[in-house]
């Protein structure tokens, strides 16, 4: 099924999708496309953001781009990795039967599947800027992905096998 399609239907059930997800076999290779794609998403949203600091601030925007492409397309990963394995560590004190992979791929979907509503983050905090609806559109996304997180990791560690 094509990842938007996914997308879409992880916001009607998000434990299906992942279940889907991890019938396919342990395939690191997609989920680390997956967490890469999350990243660049998250990347590509922040541009309103850094264009309007830019603008308000009279920096040049190319460090700013730099520092953030920095951050989410080769720091951010190796902070999820390592939330990914506290999050199975934790499944595993809780006697969760999943595994790390599985614990990876939630995490990672949920980011990925989260990434419209990050987008809309940017743009609020690109044209509307600093303010209640900036922070009414942060708690929405921090809420879904949540949802989609904590659905996702009880599905790859506690769902059926």
């Known amino acids: 099924m094509p990842v938007t399609r ?3 239907a992880t916001y ?3 434990r299906r999708v992942v ?3 991890l019938d396919v076999g342990p395939r690191e290779d997609r989920a680390l496309v997956i967490l890469v794609a999350a990243c660049g998403m998250t990347f590509i949203a922040q541009w309103p953001r850094l264009a309007r600091e ?3 601030t009279g920096q040049e925007l190319n460090p700013l781009l730099g520092g953030t492409l920095l951050a989410w397309v080769f720091i951010a990963p190796l902070i999820f990795y390592t939330l990914a394995l506290l999050s199975h560590g934790l499944a595993r004190v809780l006697r969760g039967r ?7 791929l939630a995490l990672f ?7 419209p509503i990050i987008l809309l983050h940017g743009l609020v905090a690109g044209f509307i800027g600093p ?5 009414i559109v942060g708690l929405i996304w921090l809420g879904i992905f949540g949802w ?3 659905a996702g990791w009880i599905e790859a560690e506690w769902g059926r096998r």
């Open 19 to 21: 279940r889907r997800l």
């Open 131 to 135: 303010g209640p609806g900036l922070q």
């Open 109 to 115: 979907w949920a980011l990925l599947a989260a990434s």
């Open 6 to 8: 996914d997308i879409v």
């Open 54 to 56: 830019a603008h308000l």
């Open 12 to 14: 009607r059930g998000p």
């Open 148 to 150: 989609f997180w904590i």
């Open 98 to 104: 999943g595994t790390g992979y599985g614990a990876r």
